[in-house]
């Protein structure tokens, strides 16, 4: 594992580093895509994966004046079970091999290292255990986009939500997520795609972020940080301005 950390370390913090963050909304954008700036739109990922999030910057604004408190209402067993999908290992196969191609693009010599650690499973284990952690399906898409909106959160706050935090993320992501009858309505291909790639780069990210922390080096951490927004979620929200409450995410403003 530890080999796995250097290696998302040197990948990430190389494309991170030299970032800009340029000016970003404090929500989802209604035309959010799964383009997800660099990278992602070399996967031919489905351009609504995270449109289902659009509302929740404005929920978040609503609930952090009203109280940050505020549950969203569970949405109902049928509606959650269309954010499901089966997994097929011939999607697998094509989310491994993009995401290699792509990682490997400006570091090539990393190639045969990473491909070794996703062949084996490794990263995929890592990012299973937080999800069993989370108590959050597998299968589910927003479940995956929560942890890995909350993955992101973590690395650039430094700090861990409590388990009803965590468990008001889900319930913010799934009552969002469900109203978007085209998130819903992607066929099951589409939903693992997404999810497995959300996967890879939470798994990594977290990877380099754990190695970078260990190594002392504060310049190139707060680096890592600054870029993580730009890289990874280009759409918003900030998530600098943003905490996590009981409610779920919740601005800071």
Known sequence: MRRIAVVAA??????????????????????????????????????????GTRAIGDASGKASRAGKERTPHPPATR????LTFRATASVTRVV??????????????????????????EL???????LEGYGYQANNIADVSSAYYISLWR??????P?????????????????????????????????CE???LHTALALQGYKQLVESGDTGLLGNFRRGLQSAL????????EMEISDAGFVSSH
Do not use: C
């Open 233 to 240: 979620a280009p759409q918003g929200p900030e998530l600098a």
């Open 96 to 121: 491994n091999k993009r995401f290699i191609d792509w990682q490997a693009k400006n570091h090539p010599e990393l190639r045969a290292e990473l491909a070794r650690g996703i062949k084996s499973g």
């Open 10 to 51: 040197t990948l990430l913090s190389g494309l991170l580093a030299g970032l800009v963050p340029s000016p970003l909304h404090a929500q989802w954008s209604a035309d959010a895509t799964m383009d997800l700036g660099m990278g992602f739109g070399q996967m031919a990922l489905s351009q609504s994966a995270i449109s």
């Open 197 to 199: 790639t959300f996967a």
């Open 124 to 130: 995929q284990s890592y990012f299973r255990d937080i």
């Open 155 to 160: 690395i650039v706050h430094g700090a861990d």
């Open 79 to 82: 509606s959650v079970n269309a």
């Open 162 to 194: 409590t388990p009803r935090q965590i468990a008001g993320v889900r319930r913010q992501m799934r009552s969002f997520m469900v109203d978007d009858i085209r998130l819903t309505a992607l066929p099951d291909e589409q939903k693992q795609e997404i």
